[in-house]
């Protein structure tokens, strides 16, 4: 493949204007690699992975320290994706910005490939933790950020959570433990696309008003548009200034980008491309006829 590896991060050069350009462009390249990974493997996840796609690059291109520092820094920032389904996602970003091959990553799922369903920390050494038992990478990137402080570490830990997610017990269990233990270097995101593999949340289990109960717990709560740049990008900067741990939660769609993905929950996982649909999914994403050449014939 002839994809970039290893851009700029963006938080390093350029005007406003143009930062958002890049982690545009970044999250564009998110998305067409989680299709085409998910259509290799013959399954996968991807409604989740596309509504995180613009949070996630802007999380490694323009908020994390850690591409700079390098994964064995302990000054790093960390980041836990607890919504670990979304993995595509997660080693699509990583390639981008060079922590893992474009080519390879495209492995997803298959066997003695470390590019599994869900994040393995042994077979990915940049993964902070493995995770896909929803709510337990919440609970670890709480443990995290406590023994950073105990440390005296001024590293930041970020974590993405699913909303359906949120419907388990342990993850307010750990909301009540960050905010008990003043974890002002934590920052929690919501991918908050209100669908859930058999259905809307609110259909299975309502988590409005979600806002409010987030501020019960004690933390410092930002609602914004999860595909708006510029506003992830202040959502980010306002986490770092506050003394509270923080949650983000980003209103985003499921599937986004992919019309006839966008907002069916049918496309939240266990779901195998076929050739056409990945071309139209990678058409619709402003691929160019060679882009999905190389994405699909590997």
């Not at 003695?112 to 920390?121: K, M, R, T």
């Not at 990137?141 to 342990?170: F, S």
Request: charged share 20%.
């Amino acid at each position: 493949m002839n994809i970039q590896v290893k851009p700029t991060p963006a938080n390093d050069t350029g005007t406003a204007q143009k930062i958002e350009q890049q982690l545009a462009e970044a999250a564009r390249f998110v998305r067409m690699h989680s299709i085409a990974s998910i259509y290799h493997a013959g399954s996968g996840h991807p409604g989740g992975a596309m509504s995180s796609a613009d949070l996630l690059a802007c999380l490694y291109g323009a908020e994390m320290n850690v591409w700079p520092r390098g994964i064995d820094d302990p000054m790093r920032d960390r980041f836990v994706l607890s919504k670990g389904h979304a993995a595509p996602a997660l080693y699509a970003v990583g390639a981008y910005y060079g922590f893992c091959s474009p080519k390879e990553s495209l492995k997803l799922r298959k066997l003695n490939s470390p590019f599994q369903g869900h994040p393995h920390v042994l077979d990915l050494p940049w993964v902070e933790t493995s995770t896909g038992s929803l709510g337990q990478g919440f609970s670890v990137a709480i443990g995290m950020a406590l023994g950073l402080k105990i440390q005296n570490n001024p590293a930041r830990v970020y974590t993405m959570l699913g909303d359906g997610e949120l419907q388990e017990g342990e993850v307010w269990e750990a909301a009540m433990s960050g905010a008990h233990h003043k974890l002002d270097t934590l920052t929690a995101v919501i991918d908050y696309n209100k669908l859930q593999s058999d259905n809307t949340n609110d259909a299975i289990m309502r988590l409005e008003p979600l806002g409010d109960k987030w501020r019960a717990f004690g933390w410092d709560v930002q609602e914004i548009d999860g595909h708006d740049i510029a506003a992830i990008l202040a959502a980010f900067r306002h986490a770092g200034t506050t003394s509270l741990p923080s949650v983000i939660i980003a209103h985003t769609v499921k599937g986004k980008g992919v019309p006839y993905m966008e907002n069916i929950p049918a496309w939240h996982g266990s779901v195998k491309f076929t050739r056409l649909q990945a071309e139209e999914a990678l058409a619709a994403l402003n691929a160019s006829a060679d882009e999905i050449k190389e994405f699909l014939d590997v």
